[in-house]
Every structure is written in C-alpha cells, then in structure tokens.
C-alpha cells in the first residue's frame, strides 16, 4: 500500500480523536454504573483524567472489522462478541500480572467467574453500535473540515496529557 505523510497524518490523527472521544465515552459509561450501583461517586478511569482507554482500544481494534458490514445488527454482534472475549483475556491479564481484580460480575446473572457477563456483553455492544454508528462518523465529518495543522494540533492536545498521565500513573503509582 502507497500511503503518502498526508494520508497517514489524516489517519492517525482521526484514530487519536476517536480512541479518546471512545474512552471518555467509557468512563462515562463506567463512572455511571458504579456511582449508581454504589450509591456514591466513583471514579472508574485508571487514570487521573477522565479515561478509560480500553474502550478506545476496543473501538479502535473493532472498527476495521466494520469496513465493509455496516448493518446495526452485525455492528451489534461483533461489537458484544469481541469485547466480551478481550474483557475475558483482560480479566485474566490483569490478574496475572498486575495481581488486581478491576471488576467483578458475579451478582449479575449469566456470568463467567465474575469476570464476564452477559449484561454487560449486551451493552459493548450497545456501545459498539453507538461507537460505530454514532461518534466515529462524526468525529470524521468534523476532522474532514480541518486543515492538517489544526488536526495535528487537536490530536496533539488530546495525546500529550494522556500520555503524561500514563506516566506519572506507572512512575507513581
């Protein structure tokens, strides 16, 4: 594949609006449930700003397998099937080795070990259909309307306190 700087500035610089509209999405999402569910706030990013990137990569991971299936039903169905199984794999990832247990489904029912459920299957992908279908072609629509500088600047001023918070997050944790 030809891809010259301009295309792949455009690509990269949409991905990075979209991975960070997803992840605000996310915690929203999240901050919500748990809030609801506790009875008070909480804060679900793992991060100090409001994130939580695993929606981002999902939606980011996800969004190639729609290039050509668009319909609300199988945007819905991949959606719900893959993040259950990277839910899945990151249970166990993130127990193994950062030994912490981010979430636990076993009041719910129809669930695996807590770590899975199909409440929450049904909502990734209620969140895939709104990703997909809902932010992702706006996000587009408004990157088209702007010049190269302003898209590098907006994508550069969305990375760069993700980045630095990552860091201070894994320095001191």
């Known amino acids: 594949m030809n891809m010259n700087k301009n295309d792949l500035t455009a690509k990269l610089t949409l991905f990075t609006v979209r ?13 919500v449930i748990t809030s609801i569910a506790w009875g008070r ?6 991060l100090h700003i409001p994130i939580c990137p ?20 199988f945007v819905f169905a991949v959606s719900a099937a893959a993040a259950t199984v990277m839910e899945l794999a990151s249970s166990f990832l993130l127990e193994a080795l950062l030994h912490i247990q981010l979430w636990d489904y076993s009041g719910r029912a129809y669930n695996f070990e ?13 969140l895939g259909v709104i990703f997909i279908k809902g932010t992702h072609p706006l996000i587009a629509r408004f990157m088209d309307k702007l ?10 001023a969305l990375a760069v306190p993700v980045l630095a918070d990552a860091a201070v997050c894994v320095i001191l944790p």
């Open 19 to 31: 991975f960070m509209a997803d992840s605000f999405i996310g915690w929203v999402y999240e901050t």
């Open 41 to 46: 706030f909480a804060d679900r990013g793992v």
């Open 54 to 73: 695993i929606y981002g990569i999902f939606a980011a991971a996800a969004a190639p397998l729609f290039s050509r299936h668009k319909g609300y039903g």
């Open 114 to 126: 807590g770590r899975i459920s199909l409440f929450s299957s049904l909502i990734f992908g209620i």
């Open 147 to 156: 010049s190269m500088k302003k898209r590098i600047l907006l994508a550069s």
